[in-house]
């Protein structure tokens, strides 16, 4: 071991750890080192830290009744020789060596501490030192054994080692090539994201975000940061534009900057997307958010959407058409609609050659086209207006200038007001059109092409005889109508509440194509609905970023021309959940002439992502629909599939002592609502019903407050996986993770394979390799590096929107008053319907009643839907309840004409 003095010993980093110091003379400078961390924010660097200085400091001469340095003193590890230093200190870590300055306070309950104003860090000194600084985690690949080995070799030669010639590491025992190659690598890393977090914390930016940026830009990222910071919300993951402007405003940008109003506007149409579920806003609305939110004049960020036009960071376009000159556009759907059995449904156009359409409503969620004739009469209702055959014939319109919502199913699209432009972020504009072209493309194969076109001369009679006697598949009249249109129209809809038999007509026809030697292809949204549809099926079914291979940046390895998938049929379930992106990407895989069946329940809630789809294409009536209606699936003395449909049609649950599946439990404390939801899943479920905590999940409507997912979340950790020395945890911004931790995924990862909504446990957690491990639903094992632990969640409790697909054993639900703004129908209808054998509700029975009575629509005294155009304050009057908007069912009306 050598004892060559240590060159780095000279060398020093500096920060401030708040602003810059001004000389006066109630600052104190202590030097020492760092004992251990207490805490650290990842979010803004504050650190609690215990510090042992190198000589007594005035504080513990004052302690020891002493006016002046004890020459006793020695630094050692003794409680009375440890000092607590307080304040913003970037990245420091146990075993660094700082000098610090700042002011002594004395805090109420923790007495004396030093908080720190500048610090300056000086690299250990000692080997102890350089111990206790290398093995602190620092450098991923090097623990306190890894560090107690390399030190032991090199002694004060180490870090020099490190900087200059990290291959001879290699020499130090039982230090493999691989391991080697490692550290190496994560020492100049260290090394240039301090100097990042360092400059960003000047800048109010976390030390997880900092890291982010750096892997992004590398060794360019300062002068990024500097000179382009709105690149940040473009570019890189978890930071948006308020945290961009943040940046961009302390470095000096003006506040009309066009860059800025560029940014802004995106945030605006981003946060859209991303909250409401918006494919494009209506351009008046845009203008007039964004102005609110950068506090700029509405003109200003009209220059700004013509500037995203021209640089191509935005589409706009027109979504009425005037039928004077022929220009292309879309067909306008003025519509006022009423849709309520036993009521009556108009709809009409704004052209002087189109009348109304009227028909007497039977059914709640069937949606075909009136002609625009008077006093047509059908079983089903228009929401759209239509071209007139005669224009002769019909009487004129009147022009209804009001914002239009289409409703089918549960959730209804609203449409920009006549003559408003569109404005789209380019890939939901891209993907609604390439929606509308292969939807269409696909529906319209000729004979030749259609894949399936012998069936169609298939005896059906015959042959749902031999399913019931041969293969226990008896189907009832729509189920069979069902199959008959997946084997003979190339695209279709199957849709239908829980219990209707969607499952057993998926079986029913996979056996039929089985038998015929069809290729056939199921997929889902998610793994959870695969696994299920692979369970149910017998089938593999496979998500669809894997069938599709979805790489990063979303983009499919199948053409339908080049390369299409193989398959004769592609069946997808739950395609409720599928996004505007999602399902572009899907039908530009499909070959004209593979048939492709739509599976899923309409009045589920909507997908995550942008879009309103399933709702959308049936809207449109290009293609065919089979609702089921009759309920199959409910078991003697079960109340879960009964009370789903009756929340569906607006009535409350039934409950009472004969049914003992379904139970709530009126608790109008929103606090206490949270302990009691913690109580029944740790104790009262697993000892009444024998169920196992893991198979519980608790639903909640919304994020915050008692009754929340982040609240329930910490509290059923703490119960069902507290701390223990075997389980290692890691603190990441606010969030603690252990092992054991049920867990889930919060974005598309393509190089991981891992998708927004996937679930799974952390089976181990490294500090060593700064790394945690987890277990996926699918048996794969997945790594996360502690930089990308903001990808994941904890998954006791989840919001409903991300139990979409999924089943569980049991179902608890929590309901409060203060989450009024979210009790909506369909919200409790898609949690109800998550369950297989137990639902709980916990809360507020008038909550419970606000939430079934709130249904998709708000009607007016005349009973018509009432517009969710936004309002003359610019503010978007649209809700989760109002819709959202989408141009998809226009495209495809425009396309089929």
Known sequence: ???????????????????????????????????????????????????????PTDRQATNNNSTSASPRFRATKGDDNLLTVVGTMVGVVAGEALELTGLWLQHPQHGWQFKVENYR????????????YMGSGLIKGIGPKTADKIVAHFGLETLDILENTPDRLIEVPKLGKHKVGLIAKAWLEQKAIKEVMLFLQGQG???????????????????????????????????????????????????????????????????????????????????????????????????????????????????????????KGFVPLIAVTVYEPGKTAATSQQETNVGTGAANVTTQTTAKKVAAKPNILTSD??????????????????????????????????????????????????????????????????PQQDRLITLKQTNFATMFEYLTTKESLKLADRQEEGVVMALTKPVGVLTGGPGTGKTTSMRALIR???????????????????????????????????????????????????????????????????????????LKGIATGTHLLLVGDADQLPSVGAGNVLADVIGSAVVPVVKLEQIFRQGEGSAIVT????????????????????????????????????????????????????????????????????????????????????????????????VGDKVLQLRNNYEKEVFNGDSGVVMELSHEDQVVTVKLEDGREVEYDFGELDELTLAYSISIH?????????????????????????????????????VVLVGSKKALAMAVRNGPKRESEEGTLLSAAPNNSGKDSSSHRAGRYTGLTVRLLHNQN
């Open 802 to 838: 991300k139990s979409q697909g999924s089943e569980y054993p049991v179902c608890v639900i929590p309901l409060a008053m203060g989450h009024y703004m979210l009790l909506e129908r369909k919200l409790i209808y898609t949690a109800v319907t998550r369950a297989k054998k137990l």
């Open 121 to 132: 860090s000086v690299l250990p000194a000692t080997e102890q030192g350089l111990r206790k």
């Open 512 to 586: 039929v194509l089985t038998l015929k030697k069809k290729r056939i292809i199921l997929a889902a949204p998610t793994g959870r609905a695969a696994k299920r549809l692979s369970e149910a099926t017998g089938l593999e079914a496979k998500t669809l970023h894997r069938l599709l291979q979805l790489k990063p940046g979303g983009k499919s390895q199948y053409d339908h021309r080049a390369n299409p998938i193989p398959a004769d049929i592609v069946i997808v379930d739950e395609t409720s959940m599928l996004d505007t992106l999602l399902m572009n990407n899907l």
């Open 381 to 446: 209702v228009a929401t759209y207006a239509t071209k007139s055959p005669s224009s002769a014939s019909v009487p004129t319109a009147a022009a209804l200038h009001e914002s239009v919502e289409v409703y089918v199913g549960s959730t209804p699209t609203l449409s920009a007001l006549p003559g408003e432009q569109a404005v789209y972020l380019p890939p939901f504009y891209f993907a609604e059109q390439g929606i509308a072209n292969h939807l269409l493309r696909l529906a319209h194969c000729s």
């Open 643 to 738: 009370n789903a449909h009756r929340i569906n049609q607006g009535q409350m649950p039934l409950m009472g002592k004969e049914i003992t599946d379904f139970f709530f439990f009126g608790e109008d404390d929103p606090e206490l609502a949270g302990d009691l939801v913690v109580d029944l899943v740790a104790k009262r479920i697993p000892t009444k019903f024998g169920f196992k905590p893991e198979e519980i999940q608790v639903l909640s409507p919304m994020h915050r407050g008692k009754c929340g997912v982040g609240y329930l979340n910490e509290k059923l950790q703490e119960v069902l996986n507290p701390p223990s020395e075997r389980k290692g945890q890691k603190q990441y911004g606010g969030k603690l993770f252990r």
């Open 1 to 55: 071991m050598s004892s060559k003095p240590n060159s780095h010993q000279a060398q020093t980093t500096s920060s401030s750890a708040n602003s810059p110091t001004t000389s006066t003379p109630n600052f104190k400078t202590l030097s020492g080192v760092v004992e251990r961390v207490t805490f650290q924010s990842d979010e803004t660097g504050y650190t609690v830290a215990r510090f042992l200085p190198d000589r």
């Open 205 to 327: 930016i976390s030390t997880s975000l900092a890291v982010r940026i750096y892997k992004e830009y590398g060794d360019a990222s300062i002068t990024i940061v500097k000179n382009e910071p709105y690149r940040l919300a473009r570019e890189v993951w978890g930071i948006g534009f308020k945290t961009a402007d943040k940046i961009a405003q302390a470095l000096g940008f003006a506040i009309d900057d066009p860059e800025r109003i560029k940014a802004g506007t995106l945030y605006v149409l981003s946060e859209a997307s991303d909250s409401g579920g918006h494919t494009y806003l209506p351009r008046p609305q845009l203008a007039l958010k964004a102005a609110e939110l950068l506090g700029v004049t509405p003109e200003q960020v009209e220059t700004a959407i013509e500037g995203l036009v021209l640089d191509g960071g935005a589409q706009v376009e027109t979504l009425t058409v005037d039928p004077t000159d022929g220009s």
